[in-house]
């Protein structure tokens, strides 16, 4: 049990699928991230939120959409995806300062056929 | 803005060998260094960090690293390999403080295998 849970597990969806990610922590933090992993690359960061406000968008397609309803929930809402999207979604949680480390999700695998 | 390498995409060590995982950092700012596992199917879970005070610092399951300023390194050592080790390591920095602060910046990541 990490603290912060990440549904579905796997994924695979079409192109002109919409589907959502869903994170939750019960860490009682403030800030909330989503990274995405690819074979061969560093994670990249995609979105942050913190208390709920989006601080961070590291210029994602808009066929990526996150959603913040409070410190405890973050959802990707994912349309008309790519192949290349392809890749594992991390979430990950932290009080949100610089000295705090993030605590991952185990990641929804997510295959775009 | 800030940048992490890790040299070696893939390290292989015997069992009972010396690990040294390497990473160097880039940063206009002093900064907070992270190291990270990754096991098989799983998210990423915190070996140990750097913030203030001392440079040698010890983390889970016998790994350290020794941050050293002038040489912008953080390398990660551990005395003896257990194959329980096998897994992908990341170095990370982020931000002390600023807009950025907390959002960290990953290396690609060394994949340590270790053989019987």
């Known amino acids: 049990e990490t603290g912060v849970t990440q549904t579905p597990r796997h994924l695979v969806m079409g192109m002109t699928n919409k589907k959502s990610l869903k994170c939750e922590q019960h860490?009682?933090?403030?800030?909330m991230y989503w990274y995405k992993q690819s074979a061969k690359k560093p994670l990249e960061l995609m979105f942050v939120?913190?208390?709920?406000?989006?601080?961070e968008n590291n210029s994602v397609p808009s066929r990526f959409s996150p959603e913040c309803p409070n410190s405890s929930h973050l959802f990707l809402h994912l349309h008309t995806l790519q192949p290349e999207d392809s890749a594992l979604y991390l979430c990950?949680?932290?009080?949100?300062?610089?000295?705090?480390?993030?605590?991952f999700g185990n990641g929804t695998r997510l295959t775009v056929t | 803005a800030q940048s992490v390498t890790q040299l070696g995409s893939h390290v292989s060590v015997s069992e009972g060998a010396l690990v040294l995982l390497r990473c160097n950092y880039s940063?206009?700012?002093?900064?907070?260094l992270f190291w990270y596992v990754q096991y098989p199917n799983q998210g990423l879970q915190l070996l140990l960090k750097?913030?203030?005070?001392?440079?040698l610092v010890k983390g889970i399951n016998g790994f350290e690293a020794e941050f050293k300023k002038s040489e912008t390194s953080f390398h990660l050592t551990k005395p003896s390999a257990h194959m329980s080790d096998a897994a992908e390591y990341f170095c990370?920095?982020?931000?002390?403080?600023?807009?950025?602060?907390?959002?960290?910046?990953f290396g690609k990541g060394t994949k340590l295998s270790v053989k019987p």
């Open positions: 990950a949680s932290s009080l949100g300062t610089g000295n705090s480390p993030l605590h």
């Open positions: 860490l009682g933090h403030n800030a």
């Open positions: 939120y913190n208390f709920k406000e989006q601080t």
């Open positions: 940063s206009s700012v002093p900064p907070y």
């Open positions: 750097y913030t203030t005070g001392a440079t």
């Open positions: 990370a920095v982020s931000a002390p403080y600023g807009g950025s602060q907390g959002n960290l910046i």
